[in-house]
């Protein structure tokens, strides 16, 4: 029971302190109670080299110090936040929502007989978005690729929602369930239905001409809950000033750092057990690099996959074909709250295996 209770106190502090969306949050829990990092105390107190074995993107890192200190120090403003006015803001996330080129799915140089024989190492849920995002390449591929990404991640945090409060890690009802996407219009992405916010793209025709399409965003329910609303369209362009949507990049970046490829004498939690601080910094980018390529790996051979059948069956047939393959290579973990973001292995040969004879 005290386990449960602490779990949820540290889920509670990613998701509505540090601002982490609960897909994300999720594989952070064990890793973080492994490494007695389990109170926004603990984590203020902590050397930022050992956070950052925890939390690899630099911004995810810099939101959960500061939620830390707001926390210990409730009076006490983040010297960051405190000089830093909205109008000298970095660009991020938040501001830019549909820059395609920056959303590019990573692409792998391996050929599928050098892949065949891999292992990637990673969690449930990022497995799950990418056979989302790769799914909708076919049955959306009317949608730009933001708003491919947007409905993944969409789908993704509907799934952990619902996941977190058969686990009991959440309680009352989800806020699809409170009826927060109540008179939304809403599609079936992976057998579940996700409401959407319409928005305008231009588009290149073939005589070069820009011609206006509808395209859509997936909308963040529990943000929107958290925010208390009202749900009103804004023009969503460059900068969000609508309802709150699942941002493209936040999947993007989710996705290509939660995946590593196993080697003989290394995985991704050995990875972050070994090296001093030192050690630890000067081999950041290349276990970024690392995590990219795995994740460029996986998504090849779900295309394979989805390529294979893709003349053959509709779009509602594929994406049940997703679904289940997503279910018979996942990685196993245990049953209850200890499985909640564990880690385990997902066989290259078991995806391919599903190829279209």
């Known amino acids: 029971m005290a386990a449960a209770v602490e779990v949820q106190a540290l889920l509670r502090f990613l998701t509505k302190d540090a601002k982490i969306p609960l897909a994300e949050a999720m594989p952070k829990i064990n890793v973080l109670r492994k490494q007695q990092l389990n109170t926004p105390e603990s984590i203020f ?10 939390f690899t993107d630099d911004k995810v890192l810099k939101q959960v110090i500061n939620a830390a200190k707001r926390v210990v120090n409730p009076r006490k403003r983040p010297s960051s936040e405190a000089t830093s006015p909205a109008s000298k803001r970095v660009k991020g996330e938040s501001d830019v929502l549909d820059d395609e080129e920056s959303l590019a799915l990573p692409l792998s140089d391996f050929s599928l007989d050098e892949i065949e024989n891999m292992t990637i190492e990673t969690n449930r849920a990022p497995l799950f978005l990418a056979f989302t995002i790769a799914v909708l390449a076919y049955t959306h591929a009317e949608q730009p690729l933001s ?18 409060k058969y686990l009991g890690l959440t309680s009352g009802p989800t806020a699809e369930e409170d009826g927060w996407g109540l008179g939304q219009p809403k599609v079936k992405v992976m057998g579940r239905e996700v409401a959407i916010m319409r928005r305008h793209v231009v588009s290149k025709s073939e005589a070069d001409a820009s011609a206006p399409s509808t395209a859509f965003w997936g909308l ?12 009103i369209a804004g023009n969503a362009g460059k900068k969000q ?50 995590r990219e390529e795995a994740a460029a790996i996986i998504l090849k051979a779900i295309d394979t996959v989805l390529q294979s059948w893709a003349a053959d069956l509709s779009n509602e047939e594929l ?8 279910v018979r290579v996942r990685p196993d973990v245990e049953h209850g709250q200890g499985g909640w973001g564990q880690r385990g292995k997902v066989q290259l040969q078991d995806i391919l295996r599903l190829k279209k004879g």
């Open 45 to 54: 107190k902590a050397d930022e080299a050992v956070l950052k074995t925890v």
């Open 147 to 164: 708003s491919r990404w947007s409905l993944a991640q969409a789908v993704v945090s509907a799934g952990a929602q619902s996941k977190a």
């Open 220 to 231: 963040d329910l529990e943000a929107l809950r958290r925010s208390n609303g009202p749900l």
């Open 241 to 290: 000033d609508g309802p709150p949507i699942h941002k493209p990049l936040s999947a993007r970046n989710y996705l290509l750092k939660s995946m590593i490829i196993v080697e003989q004498d290394t995985s991704a939690a050995s990875e972050q057990e070994k090296g001093n601080s030192a050690a630890k910094k000067g081999t950041a980018k290349n276990l970024a690099s690392k």
């Open 319 to 326: 994406d049940q074909k997703a679904q289940s393959w997503y």
